[in-house]
Nanobody
Framework: VQLQASGGGLAQAGGSLRLSCVASGRTLSNYAMGWFRQAPGKEREFVAGISGSGGSTYYSPSVKGRLTISRDIAKNMVYLQMNSLKPEDTAVYYC??????????????????WGQGTLVTVSS
């Protein structure tokens, strides 16, 4: 399985970005998918997860209400809509897939598959 993330870039505080991640190699409809991020000098942290069906989501408290995860099962894609961006959202964002629930993905933080990162920079 390969996960390819895209959509990162430079945004101003208060602005928006939309990250995308496409999976190839197999259908991931039975996998929770999610996003993690790693800011400079910090450990990688969970951001958001979504169940295989797309019917259940789980967010880090630091992003809830500003970032929204969604997925297109037919296209094998997951998205992260980022609104009201803050400078502290600056990080490399990674997509991930796990044969479990979005809560497991968030609390355990050890997905079965990782994608490469896409850099998000938010200026103040």
């Amino acid at each position: 399985v390969q996960l390819q993330a895209s959509g990162g870039g430079l945004a101003q505080a208060g602005g928006s970005l939309r990250l995308s991640c496409v999976a190839s190699g197999r259908t991931l409809s039975n996998y929770a998918m999610g996003w993690f991020r790693q800011a400079p000098g910090k450990e990688r942290e969970f951001v958001a997860g979504i169940s295989g069906s797309g019917g259940s989501t789980y967010y880090s408290p630091s992003v809830k209400g500003r970032l929204t995860i969604s997925r297109d099962i037919a296209k094998n894609m997951v998205y992260l809509q980022m609104n009201s961006l803050k400078p502290e959202d600056t990080a490399v964002y990674y997509c991930a897939a796990d044969y479990g629930s979005p809560i497991t993905l968030g609390r355990v933080g050890a997905p079965d598959y990782w994608g490469q990162g896409t850099l998000v920079t938010v200026s103040s």
